[in-house]
């Protein structure tokens, strides 16, 4: 029962890192927390569904499809939203978030209405029973491709020019800029990778749920944002490390205390971590020198 129920959470979990994700990148650079990219990851999750239903796209074309498109969707938000209003207090672009999550989660409802899709899974579900333990096919694949995504994320950002030079940036924009580095550039690629995590991570848990909705974005981004928070927002790790943790928390909660306050287990522990540790699992104090 424990191993099934931790099976379980690690599988969700695995969702809510890589949307976390996109959260910890952005924070890590700009120093703002884009309150939007749950939406984001809602509308790549709709794309998906149009492509692979309404233009009858093979899904690995339709979700790739969909991840391109969202990712021109977070730049474009970069651009628009965000970079005219860097020259101000943080507070200004934290508005400017909520007005764009605002905008999407009603701009999706114009489009799609404002009920629940059925989202369905483009091959049949099979199950497996290893030492107790029931895992499906679907599951399988969510666990495994967050995994693969979330590792070649931290390759990329270690071991390649752009992810040195988005590092460089997260230490300091002044100093990045003087070394010759193209600020403008990073940023938007940092979104734009968010934004094609918060896709996938979409496609994902609506396939998981047979359920797309256009208000759907708020609580699972809230989560996320949770889960940034308890790894360390601004460490990639961290939001790994945070995702899991908090889906594995979360099943349990639901299970052994009730599933009506479930999603009040991510907020409590919200709460816990900025009281007892705001830096988070894998945290650093932002030292100032003066």
């Not at 094609?196 to 759907?216: K, N, R």
Request: aromatic share 10%.
């Amino acid at each position: 029962m424990l191993a099934q129920l931790i099976v379980n959470g690690l599988i969700i979990g695995s969702v809510y890192s890589l949307i976390a994700l996109g959260y910890t990148m952005v924070y890590g650079i700009l120093r703002i927390v884009n309150f939007a990219h749950g939406d984001v990851m809602m509308f790549g999750s709709f794309l998906g569904l149009v492509f692979m239903k309404t233009f009858q796209m093979h899904f690995l074309v339709a979700f790739t499809l969909a991840a391109v498109c969202t990712a021109i969707l977070g730049i474009v938000i970069e651009r628009f939203a965000y970079r005219p209003l860097r020259k101000y207090e943080r507070i200004a672009s934290l508005i400017s978030a909520m007005g764009v999550s605002i905008i999407l989660a009603n701009l999706a409802q114009l489009i799609w209405g404002s009920g629940t899709h059925n989202y369905g899974t483009p091959f049949s579900i099979k199950t497996y029973e290893v030492m107790n333990i029931t895992i499906s096919n679907l599951q399988l694949i969510i666990l495994g491709t967050s995994f693969v995504l979330m590792i070649a994320l931290y390759l990329f950002t270690n071991k390649t020019r752009m992810g040195v030079a988005m590092r460089a940036t997260a230490q300091s924009i002044e100093n990045a800029s003087l070394m010759g580095i193209n600020i403008n550039s990073v940023i938007a690629m940092t979104f734009g990778i968010g934004s094609v995590l918060a896709a996938l991570a979409g496609i994902l848990v609506s396939m998981y749920y047979d359920a797309v909705y256009p208000t759907m974005g708020y609580m699972f981004g809230l989560k996320a944002f949770t889960a940034a928070v308890l790894g360390g927002i601004g460490s990639i790790p961290g939001a790994m490390i945070g995702g899991l943790l908090l889906g594995v928390v979360e099943n349990l909660g639901g299970t052994y205390i009730s599933t009506q306050y479930q999603d009040m287990i991510a907020f409590v522990i919200l709460i816990l971590v900025l009281v007892l540790r705001p830096t988070g699992i894998l945290g650093k104090k932002d030292i100032k020198k003066v």
